[in-house]
Protein backbone atom coordinates (compact mmCIF):
# COMPACT_ATOMS: atom_id res chain seq x y z
CA UNK A 1 0.00 0.00 0.00
CA UNK A 2 1.45 3.39 -1.15
CA UNK A 3 1.44 5.83 1.91
CA UNK A 4 1.17 9.28 2.05
CA UNK A 5 4.36 11.78 2.01
CA UNK A 6 4.87 12.25 6.20
CA UNK A 7 4.69 16.05 5.51
CA UNK A 8 0.70 15.78 4.34
CA UNK A 9 -0.15 13.79 7.36
CA UNK A 10 1.20 16.61 9.96
CA UNK A 11 -1.09 18.32 11.94
CA UNK A 12 0.47 21.24 11.65
CA UNK A 13 0.10 20.97 7.88
CA UNK A 14 -3.14 20.31 8.33
CA UNK A 15 -3.48 23.39 10.47
CA UNK A 16 -1.69 25.61 7.60
CA UNK A 17 -4.06 24.57 5.36
CA UNK A 18 -7.41 24.80 7.51
CA UNK A 19 -5.75 28.56 8.09
CA UNK A 20 -5.26 29.04 4.50
CA UNK A 21 -8.84 27.91 3.31
CA UNK A 22 -9.95 30.73 6.51
CA UNK A 23 -7.91 33.38 4.45
CA UNK A 24 -9.20 32.44 1.35
CA UNK A 25 -13.13 32.85 2.83
CA UNK A 26 -12.53 36.22 4.03
CA UNK A 27 -10.64 37.23 0.84
CA UNK A 28 -13.80 35.58 -1.22
CA UNK A 29 -16.24 37.57 1.37
CA UNK A 30 -13.87 40.62 1.05
CA UNK A 31 -14.36 40.73 -2.81
CA UNK A 32 -17.91 40.16 -2.91
CA UNK A 33 -18.16 42.76 0.41
CA UNK A 34 -16.69 45.51 -2.24
CA UNK A 35 -18.97 47.86 -3.56
CA UNK A 36 -19.83 51.02 -5.39
CA UNK A 37 -21.43 53.59 -3.39
CA UNK A 38 -23.08 56.70 -5.69
CA UNK A 39 -23.71 60.22 -4.47
CA UNK A 40 -26.49 60.90 -3.86
CA UNK A 41 -28.48 58.02 -5.15
CA UNK A 42 -27.21 55.72 -2.21
CA UNK A 43 -25.92 57.98 0.01
CA UNK A 44 -27.47 61.46 0.33
CA UNK A 45 -23.99 63.27 1.48
CA UNK A 46 -20.43 62.28 0.65
CA UNK A 47 -19.65 61.96 4.42
CA UNK A 48 -22.20 59.37 4.80
CA UNK A 49 -20.65 57.39 2.02
CA UNK A 50 -17.13 57.95 3.47
CA UNK A 51 -19.02 56.50 6.54
CA UNK A 52 -20.67 53.71 4.41
CA UNK A 53 -17.48 52.71 3.13
CA UNK A 54 -15.49 49.46 3.75
CA UNK A 55 -12.06 48.47 2.39
CA UNK A 56 -12.32 47.77 -1.45
CA UNK A 57 -15.36 50.29 -2.10
CA UNK A 58 -15.46 53.08 -4.27
CA UNK A 59 -17.71 55.94 -3.81
CA UNK A 60 -18.87 57.59 -6.67
CA UNK A 61 -19.95 60.94 -7.00
CA UNK A 62 -22.46 62.83 -9.33
CA UNK A 63 -21.69 65.99 -10.81
CA UNK A 64 -22.47 68.77 -8.44
CA UNK A 65 -20.90 71.17 -5.80
CA UNK A 66 -21.19 69.52 -2.08
CA UNK A 67 -20.25 72.04 0.45
CA UNK A 68 -18.89 68.93 2.93
CA UNK A 69 -15.60 69.24 5.10
CA UNK A 70 -15.10 65.28 4.03
CA UNK A 71 -12.74 63.13 6.46
CA UNK A 72 -11.64 59.21 6.31
CA UNK A 73 -13.47 57.40 9.21
CA UNK A 74 -12.01 53.78 8.16
CA UNK A 75 -9.05 52.46 6.44
CA UNK A 76 -8.52 50.51 3.91
CA UNK A 77 -5.72 47.95 2.65
CA UNK A 78 -2.89 47.51 0.62
CA UNK A 79 -5.04 45.35 -1.60
CA UNK A 80 -8.85 47.06 -1.08
CA UNK A 81 -8.24 50.92 -1.11
CA UNK A 82 -11.28 53.02 -0.49
CA UNK A 83 -11.43 55.16 -3.10
CA UNK A 84 -13.28 58.36 -3.46
CA UNK A 85 -13.84 59.58 -7.25
CA UNK A 86 -15.15 62.89 -8.40
CA UNK A 87 -15.54 61.85 -11.89
CA UNK A 88 -13.81 65.13 -12.60
CA UNK A 89 -17.67 66.90 -12.31
CA UNK A 90 -17.50 66.88 -8.62
CA UNK A 91 -16.56 69.47 -6.06
CA UNK A 92 -16.24 69.21 -2.53
CA UNK A 93 -15.04 72.05 0.09
CA UNK A 94 -12.28 69.84 1.89
CA UNK A 95 -10.45 66.65 2.46
CA UNK A 96 -8.34 64.77 5.58
CA UNK A 97 -6.90 61.64 5.08
CA UNK A 98 -6.84 60.27 8.48
CA UNK A 99 -6.60 56.32 8.10
CA UNK A 100 -4.37 54.60 5.42
CA UNK A 101 -4.92 53.14 2.18
CA UNK A 102 -7.51 56.02 1.08
CA UNK A 103 -7.45 57.41 -2.64
CA UNK A 104 -8.92 60.55 -3.65
CA UNK A 105 -9.59 61.33 -6.92
CA UNK A 106 -10.74 63.52 -9.71
CA UNK A 107 -12.54 66.15 -7.65
CA UNK A 108 -12.41 70.04 -7.73
CA UNK A 109 -11.18 71.24 -3.44
CA UNK A 110 -12.68 74.65 -2.50
CA UNK A 111 -14.22 76.97 -0.80
CA UNK A 112 -12.31 77.32 2.41
CA UNK A 113 -11.80 80.45 3.88
CA UNK A 114 -10.40 80.00 7.27
CA UNK A 115 -6.72 81.29 7.37
CA UNK A 116 -4.22 78.50 7.97
CA UNK A 117 -6.92 75.72 7.47
CA UNK A 118 -6.18 73.14 4.24
CA UNK A 119 -7.70 72.32 1.42
CA UNK A 120 -6.10 68.84 1.46
CA UNK A 121 -4.95 67.17 4.89
CA UNK A 122 -2.58 64.17 5.79
CA UNK A 123 -3.59 64.00 9.39
CA UNK A 124 -1.58 62.12 11.38
CA UNK A 125 -2.66 57.78 10.53
CA UNK A 126 -3.07 59.05 7.10
CA UNK A 127 -0.39 56.70 5.60
CA UNK A 128 -0.17 55.60 1.80
CA UNK A 129 -2.76 57.84 1.00
CA UNK A 130 -3.16 58.94 -3.27
CA UNK A 131 -4.47 62.20 -4.18
CA UNK A 132 -5.00 62.53 -7.81
CA UNK A 133 -5.64 64.13 -10.64
CA UNK A 134 -7.88 66.86 -8.19
CA UNK A 135 -7.97 70.64 -8.55
CA UNK A 136 -7.19 72.18 -5.22
CA UNK A 137 -7.97 75.82 -5.74
CA UNK A 138 -7.57 78.56 -2.19
CA UNK A 139 -9.31 81.22 -4.62
CA UNK A 140 -7.43 83.74 -2.88
CA UNK A 141 -8.46 83.48 0.50
CA UNK A 142 -5.68 85.05 2.48
CA UNK A 143 -3.24 82.21 4.51
CA UNK A 144 -4.96 78.83 3.13
CA UNK A 145 -2.81 75.88 2.45
CA UNK A 146 -3.42 73.94 -0.48
CA UNK A 147 -1.95 70.68 0.54
CA UNK A 148 -0.76 69.87 4.16
CA UNK A 149 0.67 67.85 6.63
CA UNK A 150 0.26 67.38 10.19
CA UNK A 151 3.44 67.46 12.21
CA UNK A 152 4.73 64.32 14.14
CA UNK A 153 4.13 64.71 17.98
CA UNK A 154 7.83 63.83 18.53
CA UNK A 155 10.84 66.06 16.85
CA UNK A 156 12.51 65.42 14.89
CA UNK A 157 10.54 63.15 13.21
CA UNK A 158 8.56 60.88 15.10
CA UNK A 159 8.68 57.25 14.18
CA UNK A 160 5.05 56.45 12.36
CA UNK A 161 3.57 59.21 13.02
CA UNK A 162 2.98 61.71 10.45
CA UNK A 163 1.71 60.61 6.83
CA UNK A 164 3.83 58.61 5.07
CA UNK A 165 4.50 56.69 2.31
CA UNK A 166 1.38 59.21 0.09
CA UNK A 167 1.36 59.67 -3.17
CA UNK A 168 0.02 63.13 -4.43
CA UNK A 169 0.47 63.18 -8.43
CA UNK A 170 -1.10 64.75 -11.35
CA UNK A 171 -2.91 67.50 -9.67
CA UNK A 172 -3.56 71.28 -10.00
CA UNK A 173 -3.24 73.64 -7.06
CA UNK A 174 -3.48 77.27 -7.35
CA UNK A 175 -4.65 81.00 -6.29
CA UNK A 176 -3.22 80.53 -2.94
CA UNK A 177 -2.45 83.43 -1.14
CA UNK A 178 0.36 84.45 2.11
CA UNK A 179 0.86 80.79 2.71
CA UNK A 180 2.56 77.57 1.59
CA UNK A 181 1.43 75.88 -1.30
CA UNK A 182 2.71 72.25 -0.52
CA UNK A 183 3.50 71.49 3.00
CA UNK A 184 5.12 67.94 2.94
CA UNK A 185 5.87 65.98 6.27
CA UNK A 186 6.25 62.48 7.05
CA UNK A 187 8.92 59.95 5.42
CA UNK A 188 9.23 58.51 1.73
CA UNK A 189 6.03 60.98 0.28
CA UNK A 190 5.70 61.45 -3.31
CA UNK A 191 4.45 64.56 -4.75
CA UNK A 192 5.13 63.79 -8.55
CA UNK A 193 3.48 65.60 -12.00
CA UNK A 194 1.70 68.58 -10.65
CA UNK A 195 1.00 71.73 -11.65
CA UNK A 196 1.07 74.44 -8.79
CA UNK A 197 0.61 77.99 -10.09
CA UNK A 198 -0.16 81.26 -9.64
CA UNK A 199 0.23 82.22 -5.71
CA UNK A 200 0.61 85.92 -4.73
CA UNK A 201 3.86 85.53 -2.26
CA UNK A 202 3.48 81.97 -1.57
CA UNK A 203 6.17 79.16 -0.58
CA UNK A 204 5.32 76.62 -3.21
CA UNK A 205 7.04 73.95 -1.32
CA UNK A 206 7.98 73.66 2.92
CA UNK A 207 9.74 70.43 3.10
CA UNK A 208 9.95 68.67 6.50
CA UNK A 209 10.42 65.25 7.23
CA UNK A 210 12.88 62.27 5.67
CA UNK A 211 13.18 61.11 2.48
CA UNK A 212 10.55 62.74 0.09
CA UNK A 213 10.71 62.81 -3.40
CA UNK A 214 9.56 66.12 -5.40
CA UNK A 215 9.71 64.96 -9.08
CA UNK A 216 8.72 66.62 -12.32
CA UNK A 217 6.24 69.38 -11.02
CA UNK A 218 5.74 72.42 -13.10
CA UNK A 219 5.75 75.41 -10.65
CA UNK A 220 4.73 79.41 -12.02
CA UNK A 221 4.32 82.42 -11.43
CA UNK A 222 4.45 82.93 -7.25
CA UNK A 223 3.97 86.68 -7.83
CA UNK A 224 4.72 90.13 -5.86
CA UNK A 225 1.15 90.38 -3.43
CA UNK A 226 2.23 93.63 -1.20
CA UNK A 227 1.13 93.60 2.50
CA UNK A 228 0.70 89.92 3.11
CA UNK A 229 3.42 89.40 5.03
CA UNK A 230 4.91 86.13 3.96
CA UNK A 231 8.51 84.79 2.63
CA UNK A 232 8.01 84.03 -0.74
CA UNK A 233 10.40 81.10 -2.05
CA UNK A 234 10.06 78.05 -4.29
CA UNK A 235 10.88 75.70 -1.09
CA UNK A 236 12.21 76.09 2.30
CA UNK A 237 12.84 74.28 4.95
CA UNK A 238 13.69 75.72 9.01
CA UNK A 239 14.01 74.27 12.37
CA UNK A 240 12.51 76.45 14.72
CA UNK A 241 9.30 74.14 15.19
CA UNK A 242 11.77 71.42 16.38
CA UNK A 243 11.20 69.07 12.87
CA UNK A 244 14.20 67.40 11.01
CA UNK A 245 14.32 67.51 7.02
CA UNK A 246 16.71 65.58 5.27
CA UNK A 247 17.20 63.04 2.58
CA UNK A 248 14.93 64.40 0.00
CA UNK A 249 15.18 64.83 -3.82
CA UNK A 250 14.52 67.31 -6.08
CA UNK A 251 14.14 65.91 -9.67
CA UNK A 252 12.83 67.25 -12.92
CA UNK A 253 10.81 70.68 -11.95
CA UNK A 254 10.41 73.37 -13.93
CA UNK A 255 9.78 76.33 -11.73
CA UNK A 256 9.76 80.24 -13.69
CA UNK A 257 8.49 83.16 -12.52
CA UNK A 258 9.16 83.71 -8.43
CA UNK A 259 8.57 87.06 -9.39
CA UNK A 260 9.45 88.46 -5.59
CA UNK A 261 11.24 85.33 -3.62
CA UNK A 262 14.22 83.35 -3.61
CA UNK A 263 14.69 79.97 -4.87
CA UNK A 264 15.52 77.99 -1.74
CA UNK A 265 15.67 79.26 1.95
CA UNK A 266 17.10 76.31 3.95
CA UNK A 267 18.33 76.85 7.16
CA UNK A 268 18.88 74.23 10.34
CA UNK A 269 18.25 76.56 13.83
CA UNK A 270 20.72 74.34 14.93
CA UNK A 271 18.83 71.00 14.27
CA UNK A 272 20.90 68.10 13.45
CA UNK A 273 18.32 66.52 11.39
CA UNK A 274 18.23 69.64 8.73
CA UNK A 275 20.59 68.59 6.16
CA UNK A 276 21.32 66.12 3.03
CA UNK A 277 19.00 67.69 0.02
CA UNK A 278 19.62 66.83 -3.78
CA UNK A 279 18.40 69.18 -6.44
CA UNK A 280 18.92 67.14 -9.91
CA UNK A 281 17.58 67.74 -13.57
CA UNK A 282 15.72 70.89 -12.64
CA UNK A 283 15.12 74.12 -14.79
CA UNK A 284 15.18 77.32 -12.99
CA UNK A 285 14.12 80.22 -14.88
CA UNK A 286 13.54 83.78 -13.66
CA UNK A 287 13.59 83.32 -10.17
CA UNK A 288 14.14 87.07 -8.31
CA UNK A 289 16.08 86.33 -5.72
CA UNK A 290 19.11 83.45 -4.79
CA UNK A 291 18.98 80.38 -3.82
CA UNK A 292 19.94 80.67 0.50
CA UNK A 293 21.56 77.92 2.23
CA UNK A 294 22.98 77.14 5.75
CA UNK A 295 22.39 73.53 5.82
CA UNK A 296 24.92 71.15 5.14
CA UNK A 297 25.14 68.59 1.89
CA UNK A 298 23.11 70.08 -0.51
CA UNK A 299 24.02 69.28 -3.57
CA UNK A 300 23.08 70.57 -7.09
CA UNK A 301 23.57 68.54 -9.96
CA UNK A 302 22.19 69.09 -13.39
CA UNK A 303 20.41 72.02 -13.13
CA UNK A 304 19.92 75.02 -15.13
CA UNK A 305 19.25 78.69 -13.55
CA UNK A 306 18.53 80.81 -16.30
CA UNK A 307 17.95 84.52 -15.19
CA UNK A 308 18.26 84.17 -11.60
CA UNK A 309 18.62 86.50 -8.60
CA UNK A 310 17.82 89.42 -11.43
CA UNK A 311 16.76 91.82 -8.50
CA UNK A 312 19.75 91.52 -5.74
CA UNK A 313 22.30 91.26 -8.94
CA UNK A 314 24.13 88.63 -7.13
CA UNK A 315 24.71 84.86 -7.28
CA UNK A 316 22.13 82.61 -8.03
CA UNK A 317 23.30 80.00 -5.13
CA UNK A 318 24.61 81.03 -1.73
CA UNK A 319 26.27 78.76 0.56
CA UNK A 320 27.10 80.77 3.46
CA UNK A 321 26.89 80.34 7.88
CA UNK A 322 23.84 81.24 10.26
CA UNK A 323 24.08 82.51 13.62
CA UNK A 324 21.66 81.85 16.24
CA UNK A 325 21.44 83.60 19.32
CA UNK A 326 18.07 81.37 20.73
CA UNK A 327 16.95 78.28 18.91
CA UNK A 328 14.34 75.23 19.53
CA UNK A 329 16.84 73.13 21.69
CA UNK A 330 17.70 76.56 23.89
CA UNK A 331 21.17 76.53 22.55
CA UNK A 332 22.68 78.97 20.56
CA UNK A 333 25.50 78.70 17.58
CA UNK A 334 25.93 78.67 14.20
CA UNK A 335 24.57 76.63 10.87
CA UNK A 336 27.28 76.29 8.29
CA UNK A 337 26.51 74.66 4.77
CA UNK A 338 29.82 71.70 4.82
CA UNK A 339 29.67 69.53 2.51
CA UNK A 340 27.62 71.02 -0.56
CA UNK A 341 28.24 70.47 -3.69
CA UNK A 342 27.66 71.77 -7.27
CA UNK A 343 28.19 70.14 -10.42
CA UNK A 344 27.13 70.19 -13.96
CA UNK A 345 24.76 73.02 -14.07
CA UNK A 346 24.34 76.10 -16.18
CA UNK A 347 24.39 79.57 -15.07
CA UNK A 348 22.94 81.87 -18.08
CA UNK A 349 22.30 85.34 -17.44
CA UNK A 350 21.95 85.32 -13.75
CA UNK A 351 22.16 88.06 -11.56
CA UNK A 352 23.00 91.80 -12.53
CA UNK A 353 24.90 92.77 -15.63
CA UNK A 354 28.02 92.44 -13.97
CA UNK A 355 30.73 90.15 -14.97
CA UNK A 356 31.78 89.02 -11.37
CA UNK A 357 28.28 87.51 -10.25
CA UNK A 358 26.38 85.03 -11.62
CA UNK A 359 26.75 81.58 -10.44
CA UNK A 360 27.40 80.03 -7.08
CA UNK A 361 29.01 82.08 -3.75
CA UNK A 362 30.79 79.62 -0.63
CA UNK A 363 31.52 80.94 2.57
CA UNK A 364 35.15 80.53 3.29
CA UNK A 365 34.76 78.84 6.77
CA UNK A 366 33.22 76.28 4.82
CA UNK A 367 34.57 72.76 4.58
CA UNK A 368 34.53 69.69 2.29
CA UNK A 369 32.51 71.51 -0.61
CA UNK A 370 33.15 71.23 -4.11
CA UNK A 371 32.14 73.52 -7.35
CA UNK A 372 33.39 72.03 -10.57
CA UNK A 373 32.42 71.12 -14.58
CA UNK A 374 29.42 73.78 -14.69
CA UNK A 375 29.00 75.82 -17.68
CA UNK A 376 28.84 79.82 -16.44
CA UNK A 377 28.09 83.19 -19.42
CA UNK A 378 26.41 86.22 -18.48
CA UNK A 379 23.56 87.91 -21.40
CA UNK A 380 24.38 86.59 -24.79
CA UNK A 381 26.77 83.88 -23.85
CA UNK A 382 29.43 86.05 -22.23
CA UNK A 383 32.43 85.10 -20.32
CA UNK A 384 32.37 86.01 -16.46
CA UNK A 385 35.47 87.01 -14.94
CA UNK A 386 38.12 84.41 -14.45
CA UNK A 387 40.47 84.46 -11.49
CA UNK A 388 43.90 84.99 -12.77
CA UNK A 389 45.10 82.94 -9.95
CA UNK A 390 43.04 79.79 -10.70
CA UNK A 391 41.66 78.89 -6.84
CA UNK A 392 38.76 76.52 -7.35
CA UNK A 393 36.32 76.22 -4.41
CA UNK A 394 37.45 74.30 -1.94
CA UNK A 395 40.94 73.89 -2.89
CA UNK A 396 42.99 74.64 0.33
CA UNK A 397 45.51 76.30 -1.28
CA UNK A 398 43.31 79.25 -2.35
CA UNK A 399 39.54 80.35 -2.77
CA UNK A 400 38.39 82.23 -5.53
CA UNK A 401 37.66 85.97 -4.36
CA UNK A 402 34.79 87.29 -4.63
CA UNK A 403 33.99 88.49 -8.24
CA UNK A 404 36.43 85.98 -9.59
CA UNK A 405 35.36 82.44 -11.31
CA UNK A 406 37.43 79.33 -11.84
CA UNK A 407 36.84 75.46 -12.22
CA UNK A 408 39.46 72.84 -13.80
CA UNK A 409 36.90 71.26 -15.78
CA UNK A 410 33.81 74.17 -15.88
CA UNK A 411 33.65 76.49 -19.11
CA UNK A 412 33.49 79.93 -19.32
CA UNK A 413 30.98 81.65 -22.17
CA UNK A 414 30.25 80.51 -25.16
CA UNK A 415 26.97 79.57 -27.04
CA UNK A 416 26.14 76.47 -25.21
CA UNK A 417 24.28 75.69 -28.83
CA UNK A 418 20.62 74.96 -27.12
CA UNK A 419 17.63 74.33 -29.74
CA UNK A 420 16.24 77.07 -28.79
CA UNK A 421 16.23 79.96 -25.94
CA UNK A 422 13.91 82.35 -27.32
CA UNK A 423 11.16 79.00 -26.22
CA UNK A 424 13.51 77.97 -23.35
CA UNK A 425 14.18 74.56 -25.27
CA UNK A 426 17.28 73.47 -23.57
CA UNK A 427 17.85 70.55 -25.30
CA UNK A 428 21.35 70.38 -26.60
CA UNK A 429 22.36 70.38 -30.48
CA UNK A 430 24.63 68.70 -32.59
CA UNK A 431 28.39 69.93 -31.41
CA UNK A 432 26.75 71.59 -28.44
CA UNK A 433 30.27 72.68 -26.20
CA UNK A 434 28.23 70.52 -23.03
CA UNK A 435 28.13 67.36 -24.42
CA UNK A 436 30.72 65.14 -23.27
CA UNK A 437 31.52 67.70 -20.54
CA UNK A 438 30.24 66.72 -17.41
CA UNK A 439 31.42 64.50 -15.07
CA UNK A 440 29.76 60.86 -14.48
CA UNK A 441 27.75 60.86 -11.28
CA UNK A 442 26.91 57.52 -12.10
CA UNK A 443 26.94 56.10 -8.64
CA UNK A 444 23.89 58.64 -7.86
CA UNK A 445 21.71 58.43 -10.42
CA UNK A 446 21.59 57.79 -14.46
CA UNK A 447 19.08 59.85 -15.77
CA UNK A 448 18.10 62.75 -17.00
CA UNK A 449 15.04 65.52 -17.23
CA UNK A 450 13.59 63.33 -20.10
CA UNK A 451 14.30 59.91 -18.27
CA UNK A 452 16.58 58.85 -20.60
CA UNK A 453 19.81 56.98 -19.11
CA UNK A 454 23.31 58.79 -18.93
CA UNK A 455 26.50 56.93 -19.55
CA UNK A 456 30.20 57.22 -20.03
CA UNK A 457 30.97 61.00 -20.09
CA UNK A 458 28.32 62.87 -18.97
CA UNK A 459 26.51 66.33 -20.42
CA UNK A 460 26.44 69.04 -18.34
CA UNK A 461 22.82 70.46 -17.30
CA UNK A 462 19.29 68.39 -17.41
CA UNK A 463 19.24 66.87 -20.87
CA UNK A 464 21.06 64.27 -22.59
CA UNK A 465 22.43 64.74 -25.83
CA UNK A 466 19.82 62.53 -28.29
CA UNK A 467 21.30 62.44 -32.09
CA UNK A 468 18.75 64.37 -34.40
CA UNK A 469 16.93 65.24 -31.25
CA UNK A 470 17.12 68.95 -32.39
CA UNK A 471 14.75 68.64 -35.14
CA UNK A 472 11.71 67.37 -33.38
CA UNK A 473 9.14 69.99 -31.94
CA UNK A 474 9.15 69.57 -28.14
CA UNK A 475 8.40 72.57 -26.39
CA UNK A 476 8.75 72.84 -22.49
CA UNK A 477 5.80 73.58 -20.69
CA UNK A 478 3.67 76.82 -22.19
CA UNK A 479 3.21 78.86 -18.88
CA UNK A 480 0.66 81.59 -19.34
CA UNK A 481 0.74 84.30 -16.61
CA UNK A 482 -2.45 85.02 -14.59
CA UNK A 483 -2.99 87.75 -11.83
CA UNK A 484 -1.26 90.41 -10.31
CA UNK A 485 1.25 91.79 -10.72
CA UNK A 486 0.72 93.52 -14.45
CA UNK A 487 -0.86 92.26 -17.69
CA UNK A 488 -1.31 88.53 -18.53
CA UNK A 489 2.45 87.25 -21.00
CA UNK A 490 3.25 84.01 -22.09
CA UNK A 491 6.24 81.70 -22.17
Same mark, same amino acid.
Given at each position: ?12 ? +? ?66 ? %? ?9 ? +? ?24 ? =? ?22 ? +? ?38 ? &? ?9 ? &? ?54 ? %? ?22 ? %? ?158 ? =? ?14 ? =? ?8 ? %? ?31
Amino acid at each position: MRRRPPELNSAGT +RRLRRIFQVLLGLCALTEVRAATIRVPQDQPTVQAAMNAAQPGDVVLLSAGHYNEAVTSVRGGAPDAR %IVLDGQGHATI +RQFTFRHPWITVQNLHITGVTQAYSH =LVYFDRGGHFGVLSNCVVDARLSP +RVYGIGWNSPRTKPFGEGEAASFCLVISNEVRNVLGITMV &NVMGDSNRVVG &NFIHDGGAVDFFRVFGRGHYIGFNVCSNNYIYEGIGNHPDFIQTFGNNGDGSMGHV %IEGNWVIGVWGGQLTQLEGNLVPE %IRDWTFRNNVFVDIALQASCTIPEVKYFNNIFYRCNKTNGGHALSFGTRAYTTSYSGQSGTNYAHGCQVINNIFLDCGDSRITVGWYAFAQNLTNVVADYNYVAKAGFAPVEQDPLQRPIGNPGGWATWGKWWEPHGINGGDPDFVNLAVLDFRLRDGSP =LIGRGLNLGGLFATDI =LGRTRSGAWD %IGPYVYEEGGGSRQVRPPRIRFIGPPGEPRNL
